[in-house]
């Protein structure tokens, strides 16, 4: 495949090279659309207090609705702080897998795990790993995208998202106020769109 597109249809990934995404972990995640459409909805000030939130769209009350659905298809998977703001969503996802959780480790011993392996090595390089952050973004931006398409037929998200592994509490508390605050300072956010 890569002869015949000569990487014209590869993207790089972003991610942590060394780091295994299933790990447990704090993780800053930022989802954006595609071409920072603003598809969630419009930031309102509020005239007596000059607080501005988010008012959402349908489709904005669907990435918020599914979002917080998230631990209930991913077990091992806590919420924190998230916003959803005009183009983009921010939030913190916490992974803590059991140490108890059962896994499907192979013996080795037998033959067809050779031929399963040769035959899904190219696919495991590419596809995300069960219960990694990616297989996470990957079924939101699924489901927000089919019922989204609903009503927008145009809706799409970029193809990557942005992370960032939260390493101890003041960044943690930091990251939080970020998000919190993230509808107040909309007007000079990197993802501002008119």
């Given at each position: 495949?890569?002869?015949?597109f000569?990487?014209?249809y590869?993207t790089?990934s972003?991610?942590?090279?060394?780091w295994?995404y299933r790990s447990?972990?704090d993780?800053?995640?930022?989802?954006?659309?595609?071409?920072?459409?603003?598809?969630?909805?419009?930031?309102?000030m509020?005239?007596?207090t000059?607080q501005k939130t988010?008012?959402l769209?349908?489709i904005?009350?669907f990435?918020?609705?599914f979002?917080?659905?998230i631990?209930d298809?991913?077990?091992?998977v806590?919420?924190?702080?998230?916003?959803v703001?005009?183009?983009?969503i921010h939030?913190?996802?916490?992974?803590?897998?059991d140490?108890n959780?059962a896994?499907?480790i192979s013996t080795g011993?037998?033959?067809?795990?050779n031929i399963?392996?040769?035959?899904?090595d190219?696919m495991?390089?590419?596809?995300p790993?069960?219960?990694?952050?990616?297989?996470?973004i990957?079924s939101y931006k699924?489901?927000?995208?089919?019922?989204?398409r609903?009503i927008?037929?145009?809706?799409s998200?970029?193809?990557?998202?942005?992370?960032?592994?939260?390493r101890n509490?003041f960044?943690l508390h930091r990251i939080?106020?970020y998000?919190?605050n993230?509808?107040?300072?909309w007007?000079?956010d990197?993802?501002y769109?008119?």
């Amino acid at each position: 495949m890569e002869k015949k597109f000569q990487n014209k249809y590869r993207t790089e990934s972003i991610r942590l090279i060394n780091w295994d995404y299933r790990s447990n972990a704090d993780y800053f995640v930022t989802i954006c659309t595609k071409d920072k459409k603003c598809f969630f909805g419009e930031i309102e000030m509020h005239a007596n207090t000059k607080q501005k939130t988010m008012k959402l769209s349908k489709i904005g009350k669907f990435a918020h609705e599914f979002w917080m659905e998230i631990p209930d298809h991913f077990p091992f998977v806590k919420l924190d702080a998230f916003v959803v703001m005009p183009n983009h969503i921010h939030g913190i996802i916490t992974i803590n897998h059991d140490r108890n959780v059962a896994c499907n480790i192979s013996t080795g011993n037998n033959i067809s795990d050779n031929i399963l392996n040769e035959k899904n090595d190219q696919m495991a390089k590419i596809s995300p790993k069960k219960g990694s952050l990616s297989s996470v973004i990957r079924s939101y931006k699924s489901v927000v995208t089919k019922h989204a398409r609903q009503i927008d037929a145009k809706f799409s998200w970029q193809s990557l998202y942005h992370d960032h592994i939260i390493r101890n509490p003041f960044a943690l508390h930091r990251i939080r106020n970020y998000i919190n605050n993230n509808p107040d300072n909309w007007d000079v956010d990197s993802q501002y769109q008119v």
